[in-house]
Every structure is written in structure tokens, then in C-alpha cells.
T-cell receptor
Framework: GAGVSQSPSNKVTEKGKDVELRCDPISGHTALYWYRQSLGQGLEFLIYFQGNSAPDKSGLPSDRFSAERTGGSVSTLTIQRTQQEDSAVYLC????????????FGPGTRLTVT | GQNIDQPTEMTATEGAIVQINCTYQTSGFNGLFWYQQHAGEAPTFLSY????GLEEKGRFSSFLSRSKGYSYLLLKELQMKDSASYLC??????????FGAGTTVTVRA
């Protein structure tokens, strides 16, 4: 079956604009994660969705960041009033459930804020 | 989150063996993951250790000592395609993984 897909693959935006990043997880995966990876850095946890439970938003760096997951499937990460420090690769991953299962990563969205 | 410590870079020649060490703060949640990430690509799963000991999977093996908060990834018979970043990840609760910054392995001819 299809893997995790993300769109767009690249996004260049001007400082102050809003952006939306999309993630389509693997069908049947109830857990969905968003991470941010800056150049040469590890993966920074942003947010976690599990089924219909309230998401863990503890990793969101500021209130300019928000995410939703509709129908337990597709997720959208929104960054409002983008800043240059938001430039990074945003990775989405899905898994069957929790940390006992491997996470399957999408190809990422490379965001550049000019 | 967890404190994950792994070396930044390692270099080895084709055909050699390299061992990437990872130390982490134990959280009470078992399991230690290793992921491989080629430049410009997404991480892909390599191994998951939930019990102490060595697990071998082809040219790659992974070891875990839960009491010591220590793991290593062993890459044998290195090939050029093994040049990549290797990420160690430990659970900080029952659903969240903390990732290390990654070890960049460069394989030279």
C-alpha cells in the first residue's frame, strides 16, 4: 500500500505569511506525529494525534503553530505569520499505535521563509 | 524529554565495521529505536530493541542494555550506500519518542 505522503514537497514563503502543510498517513495507522528538523539537527517533536483522543501539543514552539487531524486521517499543520526561524523540514510520521511500533515517515516539506 | 547522546560523526572505509553508541536517560518505558536517514530523505526504520541483548539483522546489529541506558548499532561490511545519518530514539512516554541529533557516518573507498 501507499506510504505516508506530504504536500507540498517544497514551500518558499515570505515572512509574515501563513502556510499550510498537509500529511496523509498510512491507512489504518491511528497515531500521527509531526516533527521539525533543522539543518544538521535531530527531530524535534511538535504534535501527536492518536485516534479520537485529545492531541499532545506540547512540542509546538509557539501559538503561531497549530495542527488538526480530520476524520482520524489527514492532518494539516498551519504556521501563521511565518518567521525566518521557522525554516526547516517538517516531517510527518504515522504508526499503528504508540511507541511500541515503528514510525513511517513521509518525505517531508522543506519550508523556506524569506 | 530524554537526553539522547550519540557521536556527531564517524568515518570508516568500505568493508570495515563501525559501532555507533547511544546513551539515554531511562524513562520507565522500554524500547530503543534506530533509524537511518540519507541526506535529503526521510528517516527509515532500522531496528527496535525492547529486551536486553544483541539483535542481528543482516549486516546491521543493535544492542540494548536497559539498566545502563545504553545501546549501540553495529554496521558490518560497510558499503558506500551506508553513508547516512543514524538516529537513536528512546521513548519518553507510551507514545512519544525522543530522537538524538544523529551520527553522520561517512564510508570511504
Amino acid at each position: 500500500g501507499a506510504g505516508v505522503s506530504q504536500s507540498p514537497s517544497n514551500k518558499v514563503t515570505e515572512k509574515g505569511k501563513d502556510v499550510e502543510l498537509r500529511c496523509d498517513p498510512i491507512s489504518g495507522h491511528t497515531a500521527l506525529y509531526w516533527y521539525r528538523q533543522s539543518l544538521g539537527q535531530g527531530l524535534e517533536f511538535l504534535i501527536y494525534f492518536q485516534g479520537n483522543s485529545a492531541p499532545d501539543k506540547s512540542g509546538l514552539p509557539s501559538d503561531r503553530f497549530s495542527a488538526e487531524r480530520t476524520g482520524g486521517s489527514v492532518s494539516t499543520l498551519t504556521i501563521q505569520r511565518t518567521q525566518q526561524e521557522d525554516s526547516a523540514v517538517y516531517l510527518c510520521a504515522s504508526s499503528l499505535s504508540g511507541t511500541g511500533y515503528e514510525q513511517y515517515f513521509g518525505p517531508g516539506t522543506r519550508l523556506t521563509v524569506t | 524529554g530524554q537526553n539522547i547522546d550519540q557521536p556527531t560523526e564517524m568515518t570508516a572505509t568500505e568493508g570495515a565495521i563501525v559501532q555507533i553508541n547511544c546513551t539515554y536517560q531511562t524513562s520507565g518505558f522500554n524500547g530503543l529505536f534506530w533509524y537511518q536517514q540519507h541526506a535529503g530523505e526521510a528517516p527509515t526504520f532500522l531496528s527496535y530493541n525492547v529486551l536486553d541483548g544483541l539483535e542481528e539483522k543482516g549486516r546491521f546489529s543493535s544492542f540494548l542494555s536497559r539498566s545502563k541506558g545504553y545501546s549501540y548499532l553495529l554496521l558490518k561490511e560497510l558499503q558506500m550506500k551506508d553513508s547516512a545519518s543514524y538516529l537513536c530514539a528512546a521513548p519518553s512516554n507510551d507514545y512519544k519518542l525522543s530522537f538524538g541529533a544523529g551520527t553522520t557516518v561517512t564510508v570511504r573507498a
